[in-house]
C-alpha cells in the first residue's frame, strides 16, 4: 500500500532526510550513555579500584575514539559512510557483549576490570565510525550547505541519547552492576545494524588530490584548539558526577541524585541545538561560540559553588546550553577548510580535539580531585572555557588560513 501524499512530501525533505539518517547517531548513544554514571560506581565501590581508575575507565572510550577517527575519516571518504555506520555499530554491540560479561566476572575484580576497558576500547571505535560516518552520509543525501543542520541534528542525537540512557543505566543497573547494561547494549546495536543495513548508500566524494590526516589536522586545529577546552566541563560530568554527589552526601534519585544533574545537561543541550542552531548561519560561527562559551563559564562556576542538589541542576543545565552550540559553530568552520573528498577526514581530525579533551580529562582530572576533592574539578573545567572564549575572540580577529575557501559564517 503506498504511503499517503503528505508522508510522501515529508519524506523528500532535506529535513526528514537528516533526521532519517541520524538517529543510528542516537542509538549508538543510548548505548554509550547507559553505563555514564554506572561504571565510576561500579569500577570504585563494585571492583575496589580507586578515582584514577575509575576517571580512566570512562575516559578509555574516547582515547578509542581519538585512536580511530583518522581510520573512520579514511573509510568514510574512501569506501563510503554507509559501511562505516555498519562498522561502527558492529563495535558497539561486541562492547555490550563484552560489559555484560564483566558484571558476571565481578568476583575477579581484574579480570572483570579487563573486559570492561576492552568493552569501552570498542565502543569508543563504535562512536568514531557511527559518529563521522552517519555526518558524511547525511552531507552525501542533502548537500554541504546544510552542514550546520546536519551537525547540529547529529549533536541532538548524540547528547539526547547521553541524556536518555544515563539516567536509563542508573535505573536498570540495581545490584546487577553492568549485566543488564551489557545485553540492553547489544539488543541496541543489533536493531541498529538491521535498520542501518536497509538505508540506501551514497557514493564516496571522488576526484581531486587527497590530502594527507595530519595535513588537514593542522587545518582544523585552531577550532579544534578551542573545542577541546571546553569540552572539559562535560568530560568532568560524564566521569565524576556521580562521585561529587557521593562526596557532598547528596543521596537519593530524582532531583537530589547524579542523573539529574546529567539529563539537566543533555536536555538543554537538545534544546538549544533545536532553537538556536539557524544562529551559526546568521551571526557567524566564532560570534556564536564566543557566548557559548561565557554560558559555559557561568554554569560551571555554579556548579562550583553549588550548595545543593537543585542548584547543581541549574549549573549543569547552563553547562548543556552554553556547549550545545559549540561543535557545530567551530566544526562548520573547520569543514569548509578542506576539499569536498576529504569532508569525512576533516569531521574526523576536528573529533579528535574532542576526543583528545574528554581522553584526557578523566584521569588527569582524577589526580585533581585525589587532594582537591571533586568540586575543585568544575573550577578546572571553568577555566578551562574561559579560555576557550579567548581564542574563539582572537581567531575572530585574525582568522587562520586553510586548505579550502572558507564560508561567510565566522
Not at 552517519?134 to 549533536?155: E, F, K, M, P
Not at 544533574?261 to 536536555?267: K, R
Request: hydrophobic share 55%; net charge positive; glycine share 14%.
Amino acid at each position: 500500500m503506498p504511503a499517503p501524499p503528505l508522508l510522501r512530501a515529508i519524506r523528500v525533505t532535506p529535513t526528514w532526510r537528516i533526521a532519517s539518517t541520524v538517529y543510528l547517531t542516537l542509538l549508538c548513544y543510548i548505548t554509550i550513555g547507559l553505563p555514564l554514571a554506572v561504571i565510576p560506581v561500579f569500577v570504585h565501590h563494585v571492583l575496589g579500584f580507586d578515582a584514577v581508575v575509575a576517571g580512566l575507565a570512562v575516559s578509555l572510550q574516547y582515547l578509542a575514539t581519538f585512536a580511530s577517527r583518522p581510520f573512520a575519516g579514511r573509510m568514510t571518504d574512501t569506501v563510503g559512510p554507509k559501511p562505516a555506520v555498519l562498522l561502527g555499530l558492529s563495535a558497539c554491540a561486541g562492547a555490550g557483549l563484552l560489559l555484560l560479561l564483566s558484571g558476571l566476572a565481578r568476583h575477579r575484580p581484574l579480570f572483570s576490570l579487563l573486559l570492561l576497558l576492552v568493552s569501552r576500547g570498542l565502543l569508543g571505535c563504535g562512536e568514531s565510525c557511527t559518529g563521522t560516518g552517519c555526518i558524511t552520509w547525511a552531507i552525501g543525501r542533502v548537500g554541504v550547505s546544510r552542514t550546520a543542520q546536519i551537525i547540529s541534528l547529529n549533536g541532538v542525537a548524540s547528547y539526547g541519547g547521553i541524556a536518555f540512557g544515563a539516567p536509563l543505566g542508573l535505573a536498570i543497573a540495581g545490584t546487577r552492576g553492568t549485566v543488564p547494561l551489557g545485553l540492553l547494549t547489544l539488543l541496541l546495536a543489533l536493531a541498529g545494524l538491521l535498520l542501518a543495513r536497509g538505508k540506501p548508500a551514497v557514493a564516496p566524494q571522488g576526484g581531486g588530490v587527497r590530502v594527507g590526516f595530519a595535513r588537514i589536522l593542522r587545518s582544523v586545529a585552531p577550532y579544534g584548539t578551542a573545542l577541546a577546552l571546553g569540552s572539559v566541563g562535560f568530560g568532568v560530568l560524564a566521569a565524576f558526577v556521580t562521585l561529587f554527589y557521593e562526596a557532598q552526601g547528596w543521596h537519593g534519585a530524582g532531583i537530589t541524585g547524579p542523573g539529574a544533574a546529567l539529563s539537566a545537561f543533555g536536555i538543554a543541550f537538545m534544546l538549544m541545538r533545536l532553537l538556536l542552531a539557524a544562529q551559526i548561519n546568521r551571526r557567524g560561527g566564532l560570534a556564536v561560540s564566543i557566548a557559548s562559551f561565557a554560558a559555559e563559564t557561568g554554569g560551571l562556576l555554579l556548579l562550583w559553588q553549588a550548595p545543593t542538589p537543585f542548584v547543581a541542576v541549574l549549573g549543569s543545565a547552563l553547562t548543556g546550553a552554553g556547549f550545545a552550540l559549540v561543535f557545530p559553530a567551530l566544526g562548520v568552520l573547520a569543514v569548509a577548510r578542506v576539499a569536498p573528498n576529504s569532508r569525512g577526514s576533516a569531521i574526523g581530525a576536528y573529533s579528535v580535539f574532542l576526543d583528545i579533551s574528554l581522553g584526557l580529562s578523566g584521569p588527569l582530572l582524577g589526580l585533581v580531585a585525589r587532594t582537591h576533592g571533586y568540586r575543585s574539578l568544575f573550577l578546572c573545567a571553568a577555566a578551562a572555557s574561559l579560555t576557550a572564549l579567548a581564542i574563539c575572540v582572537w581567531l575572530r580577529a585574525r582568522p587562520p588560513g586553510g586548505l579550502a575557501s572558507p564560508p561567510a559564517v565566522g
